[in-house]
């Protein structure tokens, strides 16, 4: 059976994306950070409720060693990786004139460098697993590289800048990975608009209705629709480079 890696797996969209590549048939590695006990628990509903099998892995991505570790422990898991799906992110709401150093490069350093890092270290499995399958019409799709971003690496964010900096990067080195990586691995990104996670709990009623007066279709995302891009980058075997904006219509490219 095929192996995915999803990073940041434990909770919201990373989650999602891990159950939704479980039902596609695909054993799954669990990564998070701190989040233990939720990430077990997703790998547990995952052995439990789909024919699939799963583990959690604790990894910080943004630590080259880490990263490395992660996909080492990927591959003993499960003999081989088809697909990486960068999800792992952190946030922080701060204005310009109060963010330090250390804060910025705290972000880059998830965001960024954990996407280059997983990327990096899984490169030669990735092509070993491209080498062993001959894709064509009835077989499986070439192994990718699926980087989540979001709709602020377009707009840029007034208390933000570090995080929207951080995406806009992830969708220049989508861009640099599928060229250097083709033909044997495809490498996209999803760039998501306003989804409905425990990280957007905190947002007050008024916060609400002013973004959703600003999303044609009038709702939130869902983490399934994040996961439903992600399943079709991963399967769309004529698409490398590109990024996939998944906004409901709040940002038309």
């Not at 952190?90 to 996407?115: C, I, K, R, W």
């Not at 007034?158 to 220049?172: D, F, M, N, R, T």
């Not at 007050?204 to 973004?211: H, L």
Request: one cysteine or more.
């Amino acid at each position: 059976m095929p192996a995915a890696l999803v990073t940041g797996a434990s909770r919201g969209i990373g989650r999602a994306i891990a159950e939704r590549f479980a039902r596609d048939g695909y054993d799954v590695v669990v990564n998070y950070v701190s989040s233990a006990q939720k990430a077990r628990a997703v790998a547990e509903t995952i052995r439990t409720e789909t024919g699939s099998d799963a583990v959690a892995v604790r990894a910080d991505v943004g630590d080259p060693d880490d990263a490395a570790d992660l996909v080492d422990a990927t591959v003993e898991a499960f003999g081989g990786l088809s697909h990486v799906v960068n999800n792992a992110g952190v946030d922080q709401h701060v204005y310009t004139e109060d963010l330090s150093p250390e804060d910025f490069d705290s972000v880059m350093d998830t965001n960024v460098n954990g996407a280059f890092n997983v990327t990096k270290a899984a490169l030669p499995h990735l092509r070993e697993a491209a080498e062993q399958d001959t894709p064509d019409a009835d077989s499986a799709p070439t192994p990718s590289v699926t980087n989540v971003s979001s709709i602020l690496a377009y707009t840029g964010a007034p208390v933000e800048c570090h995080y929207a900096a951080s995406k806009a990067g992830l969708l220049g080195l989508t861009k640099s990975h599928a060229g250097d990586f083709a033909p044997e691995v495809r490498v996209n990104a999803i760039a998501p608009g306003h989804v409905e996670t425990d990280m957007t709990a905190d947002r007050t009623e008024a916060e609400k209705e002013a973004e959703l007066a600003e999303i044609p279709v009038e709702r939130y995302g869902q983490p399934a629709d994040i996961a439903d891009a992600a399943a079709y980058l991963r399967d769309a075997g004529f698409v490398t480079g590109e990024t996939l904006n998944v906004n409901g219509g709040e940002l038309m490219r």
